[in-house]
């Protein structure tokens, strides 16, 4: 069956670096669209960096650029985000989506428009 699976969350310093994984399996991950989102208590969930199927464009939210990155290992049917110099508000649940509706490969990193989803993994930046 259709599958994702985040790993990779935890407690880190201020400043520190984590990398999570998002494991696709029951379909190949190359072929549709992949975003990360997170979402922190008493807000709303959003976009954190996604690729475009259509086109493999890249999309990182404002407030995560030059510190994060987002990246694929075909052979392994994976998806990563490496986050580096976090924030302590850069805590929050962090989720991998996918979407296999046509039409997905064109859509923005906007959540709304992802219907399948990982379980999420908890980032938590605090000295």
């Known amino acids: 069956q259709v599958q994702l699976v985040e790993s990779g969350g935890g407690l880190v310093e201020p400043g520190g670096s984590l990398r999570l994984s998002c494991a696709a399996s029951?379909?190949?991950?190359?072929?549709?669209?992949i975003g990360w989102f997170r979402q922190a208590p008493g807000k709303e969930r959003e976009g954190v960096s996604c690729?475009?199927?259509?086109?493999?464009?890249?999309y990182y939210a404002d407030s995560v650029k030059g510190r994060f990155t987002i990246s694929r290992d075909n052979a392994k049917n994976t998806v990563y985000l490496q986050m580096n110099s976090l924030k302590p508000e850069d805590t929050a649940v962090y989720y991998c989506?996918?979407?296999?509706?046509?039409?997905?490969?064109?859509?923005?990193?906007?959540?709304?428009?992802?219907?399948?989803w990982g379980q999420g993994t908890q980032v938590t930046v605090s000295s």
């Open positions: 690729i475009r199927s259509s086109d493999g464009s890249i």
């Open positions: 989506a996918t979407d296999h509706d046509y039409g997905s490969g064109y859509a923005p990193c906007v959540s709304d428009l992802f219907g399948i």
């Open positions: 029951g379909f190949t991950l190359d072929y549709y669209p």
